[in-house]
């Protein structure tokens, strides 16, 4: 059976873009499946988009074919590769951080560069920007297709060159009692956000839930939230409009209100800038 293609940028469904990699996409094989994950990764953000694969990446079959595209270095000499992760699943993206989450997690078997000379499309508006449908998709395509291998899509290079973002490595630090840490994504949807604390090491700290955190979320030295949190199995357990501490589905340390939006009614949201400390006693 034919791999499916899975698809996330940040380009939205505002505009014509996805439209044209799935078409792209189709011309090379009618019957290949494509299945939209996400096209609101936040605009030039390769480490939200590298943290999304992580979170999709184990619940796809095996073999399965990510293009991901979030891609300020469109047409620049940034490399556009193919990593076949250590399970057999493959990514086709912009080496530019988005691999990292997966190349610590998974594990990145082998790397390739996309031979622009054979597996690019040329069609009627070939432009320098938009590689999204002429390069990572198109070459997904002949990849699920079977026209082309993996060893065809371009020359290979050292899994240690692969761009790693940098917000990665800022781990969480605890200090007398206080977690200090960032916010790493949000979801605008509901409004939750995520901190760079994952649940296995939260758990570790043996933190009964019914437990009332003391919360600080501070953007570039400026306070925005300060109050006492419950931590909680879920949302149910505070009152409506409330805030909640829990383990979040994607893995890390998460903080929503329970039936309202926490990023729009306390204006926050996420990057390396917007700090968290936890004091736990």
């Given amino acids: 059976m034919k791999p499916s293609i899975v698809l996330q940028t940040d380009f939205s469904l505002s505009w014509s873009a996805v439209s044209e990699m799935k078409g792209v996409i189709r011309m090379v094989d009618h019957d290949v499946e494509i299945v ?28 399965t074919i990510f293009v991901s595209v979030v891609d300020p270095g469109v047409g620049t000499d940034r490399r556009a590769c193919a990593a076949l992760l250590n399970d ?39 432009a320098a920007v938009f590689d999204g449908r002429d390069l990572f998709g198109y070459c997904a395509a002949k990849l699920s297709a079977g026209i082309i291998t993996y060893e065809q899509i371009g020359p290979a290079y050292p899994v240690s060159e692969v761009v790693e973002c940098e917000e990665y490595h800022l781990k969480p630090e605890l200090k ?47 306070c925005v939230f300060d109050q006492n949190v419950v931590y909680a199995r879920s949302f149910g357990y505070v009152k409506q409009g409330e805030p909640v501490l829990y383990c979040g589905s994607s893995g890390y340390l998460s903080l929503d209100c329970n039936k309202d939006n926490f990023m729009a009614k306390y204006g926050v949201s996420f990057g390396k800038d917007w700090q968290i400390q936890l004091r736990l006693s």
């Fill in 36 to 63: 939209d994950s996400c096209h609101e990764i936040r605009q030039f953000d390769p480490f939200e988009a590298s943290l999304a694969l992580e979170t999709i990446e184990p619940y796809w079959p095996k073999g």
């Fill in 88 to 126: 057999g699943s493959i990514v086709i993206t912009p080496d530019n951080g988005s691999l990292t989450h997966l190349k610590y997690s998974v594990g990145i078997k082998e790397v390739r560069q996309i031979d622009e000379s054979i597996n690019r499309y040329h069609g009627p508006h070939e």
């Fill in 176 to 222: 007398d009692n206080v977690l200090s840490c960032f916010v790493m994504t949000g979801l605008p949807h509901f409004g939750g956000i995520q901190f760079n604390v994952d649940n296995a090491m939260w758990r570790r700290l043996e933190i009964p839930t019914g437990t009332l955190i003391h919360v600080v979320i501070s953007h570039s030295g400026h």
